[in-house]
């Protein structure tokens, strides 16, 4: 299992971005998935999730700033970023709770994490 998270860059404070990222490999299924951010110095945090059903969940620093979306059929999740702010400097990491299977076709549940994204807000 792979995810691909893309979207990042440099922007002005006040400014948008779309994060997105995509999950490849044998999916059986797939179950909540998320964003999450790591600051420099800092420890990683939750940013958003988003469930199988469509459920979301925002950290209180970007709730109403902040929208996580995922498409399905795409396998793809988002992170549309509004009124970006410079404290939301941070790679952006994401991750999902999915089933695969492996090369000996057997099912596999595991949380498996995107590689990062930059996001750099300047004020």
């Known amino acids: 299992v792979q995810l691909q998270a893309s979207g990042g860059g440099l922007v002005q404070a006040g400014g948008s971005l779309i994060l997105s990222c995509t999950v490849s490999g044998k999916i059986i299924n797939t179950y909540s998935m998320g964003w999450y951010r790591q600051a420099p110095g800092k420890e990683r945090e939750l940013v958003a999730t988003i469930t199988s059903a469509g459920r979301t969940n925002y950290a209180d620093s970007v709730n109403g700033r902040f929208s996580i979306s995922r498409d399905v059929a795409k396998k793809t999740m988002y992170l549309q970023m509004n009124s970006l702010e410079p404290e939301d400097t941070a790679v952006y990491f994401c991750?999902?709770?999915?089933?695969?299977?492996?090369?000996?076709?057997?099912?596999?549940?595991?949380?498996?994490w995107g590689q990062g994204t930059l996001v750099t807000v300047s004020s």
């Open positions: 991750n999902a709770d999915v089933v695969s299977q492996d090369v000996l076709g057997q099912f596999v549940a595991e949380i498996a």
